[in-house]
Nanobody
Framework: QVQLVESGGGLVQAGESLRLSCEAS??????????MGWYRQAPGNQREWVAH???????IYAASVEGRFTISRDTAKNTVYLQMNDLKPEDTAAYYC????????????WGQGTQVTVSS
């Protein structure tokens, strides 16, 4: 079983930055998590996709965050990051790290979420 653990959320003012981290771990030595990325869910809203790494390694972004957010990874640390700049109140949400057990399957690994609150 793979576990994803997020960190780095917090309360910031509009225009400020935050960096989220997501570390993947498992009980076995060798494991692969495909398509790691980030989703978010604001109160009363459905969970929405933010960004992820495609199978070819390209970073893909939702239009609402492109140009402000950057997804990156450190494969040696099994960690994915989300650098969020120029944060807006509408970015307020619980942010979830996600991954897949197979290259073409659905997202079946989820973190517990980390709260990001942006005040105006």
């Amino acid at each position: 079983q793979v576990q994803l653990v997020e960190s780095g959320g917090g309360l910031v003012q509009a225009g400020e930055s935050l960096r989220l981290s997501c570390e993947a771990s498992a009980s076995r030595t060798f494991f692969t998590v495909y398509g790691m990325g980030w989703y978010r869910q604001a109160p009363g809203n459905q969970r929405e996709w933010v960004a992820h790494f495609a199978n070819n390694g390209a970073a893909i972004y939702a239009a609402s965050v492109e140009g402000r957010f950057t997804i990156s990874r450190d494969t040696a640390k099994n960690t994915v990051y989300l650098q969020m700049n120029d944060l807006k109140p509408e970015d307020t949400a619980a942010y979830y790290c996600a991954g897949k057990s197979s290259e073409t399957g659905p997202y079946d690994y989820w973190g517990q979420g980390t709260q990001v609150t942006v005040s105006s």
